[in-house]
């Protein structure tokens, strides 16, 4: 019997650990001009596991965004985080049932903002 890929058991345990998908800080509203959602709080909840605090990839367990960002436009980096990607490294979960569209959205442009390329 094989055994799954490390970050598949690590998103596992980091999906079912959460009884409230959506903690305080980063519950959506549904109040058009409440505040935008708090990119670097969805990262931290849900992304940081997997893909580090450097956005390096956490010794493997997720993509570097030193790489991905380069090679990646937004369309494709914003399918990846709701639908999941299966590569080399392993699986990324898809995040689409639990991640809004602006959800998703500030978390891409916290992590590009922060961990992509420097002009």
Same mark, same amino acid.
């Given at each position: 019997m094989s055994r799954p890929p490390i970050a598949l058991v690590i998103a596992g345990l980091v999906t079912t650990a959460c009884v409230d998908p959506w903690p305080t800080s980063i519950r959506p509203s549904a109040d058009p001009a409440a505040a935008p959602p708090d990119g670097k709080a969805i990262y931290?909840? &849900?992304?940081?596991?997997?893909?580090?605090?450097? #956005?390096?990839g956490n010794h #493997?367990? #997720? #993509?570097? &965004?030193?790489?991905?960002?380069?090679?990646?436009?937004?369309?494709?980096?914003?399918?990846?985080?709701?639908?999941?990607?299966k590569g080399s490294i392993g699986v990324m979960p898809p995040w689409g049932a639990i991640l809004t569209e602006a959800q998703t959205?500030?978390?891409?442009?916290h992590v590009?903002?922060? &961990?992509?390329p420097k002009n």
């Open positions: 931290n909840q &849900y992304c940081v596991a997997c893909h580090g605090d450097d #956005g390096k #493997g367990l #997720g #993509g570097d &965004y030193s790489v991905v960002l380069k090679d990646r436009d937004d369309a494709e980096l914003m399918t990846s985080i709701q639908q999941g990607k959205r500030a978390v891409l442009d590009k903002t922060t &961990y992509g």
